[in-house]
């Protein structure tokens, strides 16, 4: 935990030198960028291999294991045996194997496991009173397998039960993930190099927003976006590192994002569909090349057959994806994932940011306060006293949510294409309110922000976007409650998105006038020095 912490203040630190190289690299004079620049690289350079550092806690990994094995326990087995199991039946089935094939340490039967139907909790004894349940779902020989492969587990990772693993919220991978995850997880064993091998091509996906953003802006901002990526608060709780494709949706949007600044317009639309069939949410990405297409066939009168083959390719991809899942997996499958989703997202938890977490927000500032609000000390009469409070609240969060989803459209169309995919962000943390990991896309509105020279507005976006990411960690080091700290970095992060939608809509001529009075190299537009980029 000692080395955690250091690797929170290592990473506060990396924020701040990007925040000060990031400004220098937009705002310095290009005849004196130019002599400065090497001495820039190295910085970013240095920012760079420690935020890596940082990410991977110093080589302490995850508890010591380069595999996250809570998150890797859901996804592999999630996938593995989706055919028997479901989306319902994992905890349940790791209890009953773990009975038959394991020696149980005393209390095991009074222990809990999460109910995932309802969320509830279910004492592990009465689920064993129906081992059928499970047993019934698999054939004699991928029971065996089953069993096998969880005490393979045991002894991968040197822990003893897995009951610890069994009070979360399940497997949620969409049916199309379990299709591309399965297909790994049935080829790769249980074992300590299978698992180091696909936790690696989650290091090689983002390893690879360095290529793409470099490919399409320039190589300042390629160091900054992946090492503000990989310094984020909100990757900083290891939950997600070391797991299985847990990184290709961001990949995905980021290389988007860089294919429309190169007019790979068709491309990118294959990108983005992935990553909406990946994790869904994504799919918001369309927001702004929907409201710049529609603008332009319904006000100036013109098809933009860019965009066109974008949402033709991003449509033909998604439905492709879809079906080919639904052949796999069959329609019981998809509507039991319909079921969990909806369970699941009328859950509250301590681990989502957005929108309706601030507006259900009533002063707490503890758990002292629960009582005083809920009535109560009990987390989940607090929780459900949380979700009247937001439905008392909706229309003014609807009205507030009505707000920001015209600024972002306001800013779409004022924005180049590459700029109107990136700043459909906000549409997620309004609409959706993501778990904290989740909002590590942010990364999109940092890139978006810093890409751009010799524009105040874009400076002030990016200030604004990584001073928020800073706070984060303030916060972190300041604020126990995470019930409050998380309503902060919410509050923070509505900010930021405030901000910078209102500086992407300022008027251009008054930011070109402005600019006008920083001098410059009589003569040289900046783009012969530094790039766009």
Same mark, same amino acid.
């Given at each position: ?52 550092? *940082? ?8 508890? *010591? ?35 038959? *094939? ?220 879809? *079906? ?210």
């Amino acid at each position: 935990m000692e080395l955690e912490r250091t690797a929170l203040f290592v990473k506060l630190g990396v924020l701040v030198a990007l925040l000060l190289l990031g400004l220098v690299k937009q705002l310095m004079q290009p005849e004196r960028y130019a002599r400065v620049r090497p001495y820039v690289l190295t910085g970013l350079i240095v920012c760079l291999v420690v935020g890596w550092s *940082g990410f991977f806690v110093f080589g302490q990994f995850v508890r *010591g294991h380069f595999n996250n094995y809570h998150d890797l326990f859901h996804y592999y087995f999630g996938s593995k045996y989706s055919a028997e199991i479901g989306y319902f039946n994992l905890y349940r089935c790791v209890a009953v194997a773990e009975s038959e *094939g394991l020696k149980t340490p005393r209390g095991y039967l009074n222990s809990e496991v999460r109910n995932l139907e309802t969320y509830g909790y279910l004492k592990i004894s009465t689920v064993l009173e129906r081992p059928e349940i499970c047993t019934d779902r698999f054939s004699p020989e991928r029971w065996e397998q089953f069993k096998s492969d969880i005490r393979a587990y045991h002894r991968t990772f040197g822990i003893g039960t897995l009951k610890a693993r069994i009070k979360d919220m399940g497997y949620n991978a969409t049916p199309m993930w379990n299709m591309v995850g399965s297909a790994l997880t049935n080829i790769v064993p249980v074992s300590k190099p299978g698992f180091v091998g696909l936790a690696l091509i989650d290091v090689a996906l983002i390893a690879s927003m360095l290529a793409g953003v470099w490919l399409a802006f320039s190589l300042e901002t390629a160091l900054i976006a992946v090492t503000f990526f990989v310094s984020l608060y909100t990757l900083h709780n290891l939950n997600i590192h070391g797991s299985i494709l847990r990184f290709d949706w961001v990949a995905c949007v980021v290389w988007a994002i860089c294919l429309t600044k190169l007019n790979r317009y068709k491309t990118a639309g294959a990108l983005v569909a992935y990553a909406a069939a990946m994790r869904l949410f994504p799919a918001l990405f369309v927001f702004g090349f929907g409201v710049k297409f529609l603008h332009g066939l319904l006000v100036k009168r013109a098809l933009d057959r860019r965009l066109l083959g974008f949402f033709v390719v991003f449509a033909v991809v998604a439905v492709g994806l879809t *079906g080919a899942s639904y052949a796999q997996a069959g329609g019981d499958y998809w509507r039991e994932f319909a079921r969990k989703m909806d369970v699941h997202a009328n859950s509250l938890t301590s681990t989502r940011l957005g929108l309706k977490y601030v507006m259900m927000w009533e002063g707490e500032t503890s758990r002292a306060d629960f009582k005083k609000i809920a009535g109560s000390f009990d987390w989940n009469v607090f929780l459900e006293h949380k979700k009247q409070v937001l439905k008392d609240r909706l229309p003014f969060t609807a009205a507030v949510a009505g707000l920001f989803i015209l600024l972002t459209a306001l800013a779409c169309l004022k924005l180049e294409d590459y700029e109107a995919l990136a700043f459909s962000y906000p549409l997620i943390f309004i609409l959706l309110a993501p778990t904290i990991y989740y909002t590590s896309i942010i990364v999109v509105l940092a890139l978006l922000a810093v890409a751009k020279n010799r524009d105040w507005r874009y400076a002030v976006s990016w200030a604004a976007v990584c001073g928020a990411m800073i706070l984060a960690f303030v916060l972190a080091v300041a604020v126990d409650f995470g019930w409050f700290r998380h309503f902060l970095i919410s509050v923070s992060i509505l900010a930021t998105i405030a901000l910078v939608g209102a500086m992407l809509i300022w008027r251009d001529e008054w930011s070109q006038s402005i600019m006008t009075r920083l001098p410059s190299k009589r003569g040289a537009p900046p783009s012969q020095l530094y790039g766009e980029g």
